[in-house]
């Protein structure tokens, strides 16, 4: 019977190693793009990036819609940017909540071409 149990207990840890692979951090489920849109007012994001993560001045605070960047390297940014922007540490916004900020970026459209916008391609175009 003592074999027995060894071999369970090597079932168990073996489940236990795969289940911790098997969670990409990039797919969390729990992460809620709605809770996220919150966060990203709430902590001030939207000031500088708009509300949608648009962007303003590249000085102030460039798109980060769709952020192409993984989970980890958007959070390790966020904790250490790299010029102007300021730095949230894990006190003043969590992980969590970061996780949801990603999912609502990520969930955002794609930016229009500049010719499908007709106010630009009216500044485009020559004047008289
Ligand atoms: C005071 C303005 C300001 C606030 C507030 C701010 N940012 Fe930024 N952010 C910037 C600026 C400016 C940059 C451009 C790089 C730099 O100067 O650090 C930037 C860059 C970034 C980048 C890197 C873009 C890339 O992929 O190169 C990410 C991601 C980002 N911000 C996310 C956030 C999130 C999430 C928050 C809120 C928790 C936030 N920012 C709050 C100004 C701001």
Request: aromatic share 8%; charged share 20%.
């Amino acid at each position: 019977m003592k074999t027995g149990l060894w071999t369970m207990a090597g079932w168990m840890l073996t489940a236990a190693m795969l289940g911790a692979q098997a969670a990409p951090r990039d797919a969390r489920p729990a992460s809620d793009p709605v809770k996220g849109r919150e966060a990203f007012v709430v902590y001030k994001c939207a000031w500088c990036h708009g509300t949608e993560g648009q962007g303003g001045l590249a000085t102030v605070g460039p798109r980060v819609a769709l952020v192409p960047r993984s989970l980890d390297s958007f959070i390790a940014y966020v904790r250490k940017p790299a010029a102007r922007m300021s730095a949230y540490s894990e006190t003043s916004v969590s992980d969590a909540a970061l996780e949801d900020i990603y999912a609502y970026l990520r969930a955002q459209p794609p930016a229009k071409a500049s010719k499908d916008i007709p106010l630009l391609e009216q500044l485009r175009k020559p004047k008289g």
